[in-house]
């Protein structure tokens, strides 16, 4: 063997250093005899292995990866789904992927609108993904190419690359101007009825201009209001907070949407929330008798237009405020629907608790929530048709229609002017 030679090679103090015993004291195995100290030379081979001072570290004494079991990984609020696949609503579901993927569209318009030129420095533009809307560590140009037909990168004089609006991009956006100028007054009654439903009839400016989208108010929406002295007034609080308060209440838009509808079909909105009473089996009732005695704790509603404060917090008519507080609210926005978000945003003046999501989960007759358990939006089921398509559309959400038209498209004729280059 070619280590034996190696050891016959080496100096007589070094050899005898590094070479094994060859027979093993009988303290080693105390249960052999002595007679079985002569060992087969074999045996002896194997034990010097043992005993020898060499590596051994190329045995294989783990279980490689591929062979393991792979743990499945637990649900989170951030990937557990809200809806179960049985009761989830596919149209629904695929609104709220749809809104992730315009992200980038819909946050650098706005960015974009705002700067010089509405255009930017691609270097910059690459540092801002919270401003522009796509995600961190991902390559701005990706994101611009999918929209063709609405942002360019175009290399300026200055030997820079810089990302802007197409020709097609400028006519929309001054086409958004001329719808907003159109539904001016709609919009008036949709911040003052906010306003009417908000604690003390105020709230901080930036709060509703930060969800201004929602609701389809403009982007200078701090001076838009100024123009209205005799419905809205901007007063400044100690700590500097800009408030917007109400300066008339007006009856003729205290009145809710669900109040309207009574008038109209009163067994719709009777159906429209439950809020059961607690009965033990013993009574027996059937399913009509089920229902009227939940119609007792049902009617009447509490107008969301009330002051929400006066009510102790865990009471029936509490509940029953909040949740109609929220059905109106979702009333106001262009598209019936409202993430998480949103609605945290106005937790103070309409005297939400940290239980809105169960509470919503308990209505499963008047609202929807879709995505997942941390990013979840709430949808109003009666605002839109059985094929998911929102029944009553604003001006401004059919102007959205065509934008996103245009964004998902890749090329167009040339005869609509939309190649022309900077």
Not at 160 to 182: Q, R, Y
Not at 289 to 299: A, E, I
Request: hydrophobic share 35%; proline share 5%; glycine share 4%.
């Amino acid at each position: 063997m070619a280590w034996l030679t190696l050891m016959a090679k080496l100096k007589p103090s070094v050899a005898k250093a590094l070479t094994p015993p060859l027979s093993l004291s009988s303290s080693s195995f105390p249960s052999r005899k002595p007679s079985d100290s002569t060992l087969c030379p074999i045996s002896t081979h194997f034990l010097n292995f043992l005993g020898s001072p060499f590596s051994t570290s190329f045995l294989i004494t783990k279980t490689p990866k591929k062979f393991k079991k792979k743990r499945k990984k637990k649900d989170s609020p951030r990937t557990k789904l809200v809806q179960h696949e049985s009761s989830r609503i596919a149209k629904f579901e695929q609104i709220v992927e749809c809104d992730n993927y315009f992200r980038f569209l819909i946050r650098s318009k706005q960015f974009l609108s705002k700067q010089p030129d509405h255009i930017l420095r691609l270097d910059d533009a690459g540092k801002l993904y919270r401003e522009l809307g796509f995600p961190r560590g991902r390559k701005v140009n990706k994101f611009i190419a999918r929209h063709p037909l609405l942002f360019e990168i175009y290399r300026h004089t200055d030997n820079k690359m810089w990302f802007g609006f197409t020709e097609l991009m400028e006519n929309l956006i001054e086409e958004e101007k001329t719808v907003n100028d159109s539904i001016e007054i709609e919009r008036v009654n949709v911040v003052k009825k906010l306003l009417m439903m908000s604690k003390d009839r105020k709230m901080p400016l930036s709060k509703i201009y930060h969800c201004r989208l929602l609701f389809g108010v403009p982007e200078d929406f701090r001076d838009w209001v100024l123009k209205f002295p005799d419905d809205f007034r901007v007063n400044v609080e100690n700590d500097g907070t800009r408030m917007l308060e109400l300066v008339k209440w007006d009856p003729a838009l205290a009145v809710s949407v669900l109040e309207k509808e009574f008038m109209v079909d009163e067994d719709k909105v009777k159906k429209a929330f439950k809020f059961p009473v607690k009965h033990g089996k013993s009574l027996d009732l059937d399913e009509d008798d089920k229902r009227r005695l939940n119609l007792l704790n049902t009617l009447p509603l509490v107008s969301p237009y009330s002051d929400g404060s006066k009510f102790d917090l865990w009471t029936l008519e509490a509940e029953k405020y909040r949740v109609g507080i929220l059905h109106e609210f979702l009333s106001l926005t262009l598209e019936k629907r409202a993430s998480i978000h949103h609605i945290v945003e106005f937790k103070e003046e309409f005297s939400l608790t940290k239980h809105t999501y169960q509470m919503l989960l308990k209505q499963p007759r008047t609202f929807y929530l879709a995505g997942t358990e941390m990013n979840w939006v709430v949808f109003l089921r009666d605002a839109y048709d059985e094929n998911g398509v929102l029944i009553k559309k604003d001006p401004l959400v059919i102007f959205y229609e065509k934008l996103y038209k245009y964004a998902q498209m890749q090329e167009q004729e040339s005869s609509s002017g939309t190649d022309n280059k900077r």
